[in-house]
């Protein structure tokens, strides 16, 4: 992006209320590093809804993605229920953060709108084809539009009835109707056969950047790799798109996932590890939430920043498996999250927040309770440091 155009896309940003920095050129990550070390700098609290809570003649749950809207102060939900309850559905409403202390009192929802396909239909229910498996939303401040990404799912050994459903990230209106589509690369579809991204696997992290937008699979791909086990990690992809011209695809980088952080008990037990949501700090830097659940343990989560910068562009690579022949992103652990509030819940869900009058920026992570009583809709806040401006 040429100087003057920077200038140009900041005013244009400015003049519309919201708060962007458009990213300088790329200094080296040793300089950045020394100079905005990102950091949680206090917990400001905790709220939760109620569990199965109805509103609107819908059931509030399975929050699998958040964003806000500085310009309205608006925040933006959007549940994975897939017509188990209603069909999917993002919910907007407004959360009380003090602007001094950064104090959390309460989250409301104000309304709630369901997503159209491409025919102006609702998505199908699970298990039929032209369904959808909501997992993440961003607010656009460019298009004003929300921009949402779901999983899809296929057939495997377990579930070998399930019908091929693509995942995709999609631009719908306010007004829950279809706008547009992100074309993704081939390794990022699905398939019925030992290739491509596993089930519950797929599309679970999105993030928009000055300059990007950047797609993060859970978990490996069948040519990348098994997935994590308390004896090794993991390597999944992270996909960008240059946002200007035409949403042109611009590079992949492996993302290394850490071993499971305790062993499923009994041994053999099931689990479940991968990266729920990716949230930009700048063009290069992101945040990760690495997420395991763990049979007999619990939840597991921790939050770490990772850094494009240097990282091999693998886009042309059939496998990832070997680890070898290309460099990851580097990344580097900002806090186990189960150190704030325990048990630790299915958290899924970051998003930049106002922020205060300290000049500190708030970070929002939230959960989603899967509809389980056993489980609950939480929502943590946190001060932070470490930008050059609040996203």
Known sequence: MTSTWRKAVAGALVAAGVPCVIAAP??????????ERFRITRFLGEQRLPHRMSFEGTTV??????????????????????????????????????????????????????????????????????????????????????????????????????????????????????????????????????????????????????????????????????????????????????????????????????????????????????VSEILAIDNHRYLALERSWIQGVGYRAKLYEFDTRDATNVLAKDSLAKGRGYRPVTKRLVRDLGSFRRPVQNLESLSWGPRLRSGECTLLIGSDDNFDRQEVTQFLLFAVRGLRGCP
């Open 26 to 35: 790329p200094a080296s990550a040793s300089a950045l590093d020394r100079f």
């Open 61 to 274: 749950g399975g929050l699998s993605g958040i964003d806000y809207d500085p310009t309205t102060r608006n925040w933006y939900f959007i549940s994975d229920d897939r017509g188990r309850h209603n069909a999917p559905r993002f919910y907007r409403g407004r959360l009380d953060i003090h602007p001094e202390t950064g104090a959390f009192a309460g989250v409301r929802m104000t309304e709630v709108t369901t997503l159209q396909r491409p025919d102006g239909h609702r998505y199908a229910p699970h298990g039929r084809p032209r369904s959808a498996d909501p997992e993440t939303i961003r607010f656009d401040p460019w298009s004003r539009r929300v921009v949402w990404g779901s999983e899809g799912d296929r057939p495997d050994a377990a579930n070998p009835h399930i019908p091929l459903t693509q995942p995709f990230v999609r631009w719908n209106g306010k007004d829950g109707r279809h706008l547009r589509e992100l074309q993704l690369p081939s390794n990022l579809l699905l398939s019925t056969a030992g290739h491509g991204p596993r089930r519950n696997y797929s599309i679970e992290g999105l993030a928009l950047a000055p300059r990007f937008i950047a797609v993060m699979q859970e978990g490996p791909g069948y040519e990348d790799g098994p997935v994590p086990t308390v004896e090794h990690g993991a390597t999944t992809r992270v996909t960008l798109w240059d946002r200007w011209p035409r949403r042109r695809l611009y590079a992949q980088y492996a993302y290394r996932l850490d071993r499971l952080p305790a062993a499923p008990r009994p041994a053999g037990g099931s689990h479940d590890s991968g």
